[in-house]
């Protein structure tokens, strides 16, 4: 069983809270722009993996057309998708779609820092382009030995639209090294990339 940081719970459960306080005046106008866009759901819930395999219901802002999963399948944006609203673009670039994930962290489903939280029955592709699960992926169950994190090595240093594999071996990396301090460095750092509004773009140059 892979031990996290002694401080890391707290920091998770103050960094929370304080975050869902700190959104309350943005939560109305993000939830008005994502209704009056399309009419459609201002919240996304999706079935993601959690630690040890276990499944949790992430909470997101919606920033595709409704009924995305449904229609295209579930899988990861790329850039200029065609599912992505005009007020989801926005809010992507600048991990506002994220906020409603401060529920899932205060409740223990996430943590701040750690590999990012995968959607069951996802569309991956592997090096060679073949469809294939995340279940048989090189890493897979080594990386769910601890909670999925808002952020990490992976989601901070190399391109959203890179294949698991390699995403993976980032994750990895991290359960090795996880620390307090370099979960305070990947937190102040996603929070620069944010107020830059440069998450879309992010990987090639923080």
Do not use: C
Not at 26 to 46: C, H, M, N
Not at 67 to 85: H, V
Not at 94 to 115: A, H, K, Y
């Amino acid at each position: 069983m892979v031990r996290e940081p002694l401080l890391k719970r707290p920091l998770d459960l103050v960094l929370s809270v304080f975050m869902m306080i700190l959104a309350i005046p943005v939560f109305i106008p993000i939830a008005l722009a994502i209704k009056l866009e399309d009419g459609g759901p201002i919240f996304y819930r999706q079935e993601r993996w959690g630690q040890n395999g276990k499944h949790f219901r992430a909470y997101k802002f919606r920033t595709m057309v409704p009924n995305a999963d449904q229609e295209f399948g579930i899988k990861q944006a790329s850039e200029n998708d065609r599912r992505i609203t005009r007020v989801g673009g926005i809010l992507r670039a600048m991990g506002l779609d994220e906020l409603p994930q401060m529920i899932n962290i205060f409740l223990g489903d996430m943590s701040f820092v750690g590999p990012r939280s995968l959607a069951v029955g996802e569309i991956v592709e592997d090096d060679r382009g073949r469809v294939i699960q995340y279940e048989d992926v090189p890493g897979f169950w080594e990386r769910l030995s601890v909670r999925p994190g808002l952020t990490g090595l992976a989601t901070v240093y190399i391109p959203k639209d890179v294949t698991p594999r390699r995403k993976f071996r980032y994750d990895l990396l991290y359960i090795r090294k996880q620390s307090f301090l370099l979960d305070l460095r990947l937190i102040v750092l996603s929070f620069w990339i944010s107020f830059r509004g440069k998450w879309e773009s992010r990987g090639k140059k923080v």
